[in-house]
C-alpha cells in the first residue's frame, strides 16, 4: 500500500475550525485505504509559552535557535500538548492514534545542524538516521502515527528541535513514502512577483535559495523539498490548509493545487 506522510503546522494547529476539517478529511483518506503518517510541528505554540514564560526568541535561515532552555519547552510543547491533542482529534472521528517523537522506539536519529555560515544553532538538529520499524508495526495495526519534530542524538542521546519540513523530509524517506504533502498557511511556493508556481524542479528549487528570492521559513521547506526528492519520495506538494478538501484533492490528484515538486516539471515531461 502507497503511504503519504501529511506535515501540519502553522495556523492549521491553532484553528480550530481549519484544524478539525483536515482532521475528517484525514480520516476520510485512512478509511479508504490510504496510509498516512502525520508530522506536525507547533512553532506558534512554542512561541507563545516561550513569551509567557519571558523566554527570548530567535531565528536564523528560517530556524529557531534553541537553547537548553527553550528546547526544554519545545519538548514540553511538541510532545505533549500538541500531539496528545491532535490524537484526541483523530480518536474524535474514529481513528486510533499514538503520540510519538523521534526518540521513540529510536525512529528519528539527529545531530547538530550545521550552516554553511557556521552560526551556531544550538539544540538544532538534522536527521541522519530513520529506523522506520515502530511506524511499520502502527500501520500494521491500523493506528495512525503522529510524530513531533523531536529527534534524539545520534551520539548524545538528547532531544534535539528539528525543523517540521525537515522532519517530514525524513520520514518520508525512511518509511518509503511515494507523496509528501506540506500543509501550509501560503498554500505555494512563490516567485519574485507574488505568483505561486504550479510546479517546481530541484534545479528551481535550488535557484530561488541561490538568489535569495525564497525567504524565512520558505528556505528550509525547500532545502526539506529537496531532500525528500533526492532520496526518492515520488512527489512533494505545498498546499494551503484553507483550500476546500485540500487533502482529498490534493491525494485524489484530480486537480493542480499549490506548487508541485517532481524530479522533471509539467512543462519538461510533455
Not at 532531544?159 to 498557511?185: E, H, K, P, R
Request: charged share 20%; glycine share 12%.
Amino acid at each position: 500500500m502507497k503511504r503519504t506522510v501529511i506535515k501540519l503546522g502553522g495556523s492549521v494547529l491553532i484553528d480550530p475550525a481549519l484544524r478539525r476539517s483536515l482532521i475528517e478529511q484525514i480520516a476520510t483518506l485512512v478509511g479508504e485505504g490510504h496510509s498516512l503518517i502525520l508530522v506536525h510541528g507547533g512553532g506558534k505554540q512554542i512561541a507563545s509559552l516561550l513569551g509567557r514564560l519571558a523566554i527570548p526568541s530567535s531565528f536564523h535561515d528560517g530556524l529557531r535557535i534553541t537553547d537548553a532552555e527553550t528546547r526544554d519547552v519545545v519538548q514540553m510543547v511538541l510532545a505533549g500538548l500538541v500531539g496528545r491533542n491532535l490524537v484526541a482529534e483523530l480518536e474524535s472521528v474514529g481513528l486510533s492514534a499514538v503520540s510519538l517523537t523521534g526518540g521513540d522506539g529510536s525512529t528519528a536519529l539527529a545531530e547538530p545542524f550545521q550552516l554553511p555560515d557556521g552560526v551556531d544553532l544550538g539544540f538544532v538538529g538534522q536527521i541522519v538516521e530513520v529506523r522506520p520499524r515502530l511506524i511499520d508495526q502502527l500501520l500494521a495495526a491500523a493506528i495512525t502515527p503522529v510524530v513531533a519534530c523531536l529527534a534524539l542524538g545520534s551520539d548524545d542521546h538528547v532531544y534535539y528541535n528539528v525543523n517540521g519540513d525537515q522532519m517530514a523530509a525524513a520520514i518520508a524517506s525512511g518509511c518509503a513514502a511515494t507523496t509528501l504533502v506540506l500543509v501550509t498557511d501560503v498554500g505555494g511556493v512563490r516567485d519574485a512577483n507574488g505568483a505561486t508556481f504550479a510546479t517546481l524542479t530541484p534545479a528551481q528549487a535550488e535557484e530561488l535559495l541561490k538568489s535569495g528570492v525564497a525567504t524565512g521559513g520558505m528556505r528550509p521547506k525547500l532545502r526539506a523539498c529537496l531532500e525528500a526528492l533526492a532520496a526518492g519520495v515520488g512527489s512533494v506538494r505545498i498546499v494551503g490548509a484553507a483550500e476546500e478538501r485540500v487533502l482529498l484533492r490534493t491525494l485524489a490528484g484530480e486537480e493542480s493545487l499549490g506548487t508541485c515538486l517532481e524530479e522533471t516539471s509539467l512543462e519538461e515531461r510533455r
